[in-house]
């Protein structure tokens, strides 16, 4: 049975940005969120990563935030994959329309471009078992280019204390693929901030680690793809973002050196 649904969602986010109506968690189940705009050509090598998982109990929702390629049609060829449409709205609203559409107890939100090696799921939810008190893990990706061949394996920082200090001075971690989440937090914080654009990511994780320990492993579980039409390759466009993040935490930095003095 094919379980792609191209008929239109919306995207699940009330007026305040917040997430209403939250399904029950299904204790050990990954949900592998896919947000995908006009990346049709990439979508197949995400999807099948996720299907060549050790770690079984997932499950795969694509979210199309108002392709004009061939993203449905691609979705629709997985009879494993749940393909939600929705109205173009950005990465961030796809984000939460996925959170807000599975009930897995953990989360992965996989760029459409990038992709997942055998054991990531089974190394994050490991991670994340073993470690309760912490909010996700993290871990390290490789570099490949359009065609998906290796470039190699850069040197990534792996923080044993203090995250939210060290998100302050920059973000560490710039492959959200490589990041699994505790859906209880996920809700907590209310999901991704849809006014971010490029560094939805940092804020999250900046507003998470505020209040929550994370942990990082060593070992590599996601390919992040360097190629031209990557929104992480507009500069000046991250830039601008990145201080937004910042400056939404500035009233906490205020107020801690205010303490300080």
């Known amino acids: 049975m094919n379980l792609a649904d191209t008929g239109k969602h919306s995207a699940a986010i009330s007026a305040d940005g917040s997430l209403n109506g939250m399904p029950m968690p ?20 995400a999807i099948e ?12 929702i694509v979210v199309n935030d108002g392709s004009t390629d061939s993203t449905a049609e691609v979705a629709g060829r997985y009879s494993a994959v749940r393909h939600i ?66 470039l190699g394996k850069p040197e990534q920082l792996c923080i044993a204390r203090d995250h939210y200090l060290e998100f302050l001075r920059r973000n560490y971690i710039w492959c959200p693929s490589s990041v699994i989440y505790r859906r209880s937090v996920l809700e907590t914080v209310k999901g991704s901030n849809t006014s971010l654009g490029r560094a939805e990511d940092y804020d999250l994780f900046l ?20 190629h031209g039409s990557s929104r ?10 990145t201080l937004k993040a910042l400056n939404a935490q500035w009233d906490f930095v205020k107020g801690n050196k205010r303490s300080a003095e």
């Open 26 to 45: 299904a204790s050990g189940l990954v949900s592998v969120i896919i947000p995908c705009y006009n990346q049709a050509h990439f979508l197949h090598e």
């Open 49 to 60: 990563s996720v299907l060549a998982q050790t770690y079984s109990n997932r499950e795969i």
């Open 85 to 150: 449409y929705q109205e173009n709205a950005g990465p961030s609203a796809a984000r939460n329309t996925g959170l807000k559409q599975t009930s897995g107890e953990y989360l992965v939100f996989l760029d459409a471009d990038d992709r997942l090696l055998p054991e990531a799921l089974e190394v994050g939810v490991n991670c994340l078992r073993e470690h309760p008190d912490c909010a996700f893990a993290s871990g390290f990706c490789r570099l490949v280019v359009a065609d998906g061949s290796l």
């Open 207 to 226: 507003r998470i680690t505020k209040d929550h320990p994370i942990f990082c492993h060593r070992q590599f579980v996601a390919d992040y793809r360097l």
């Open 232 to 241: 992480s390759a507009d500069h000046s466009a991250m830039l601008r973002d």
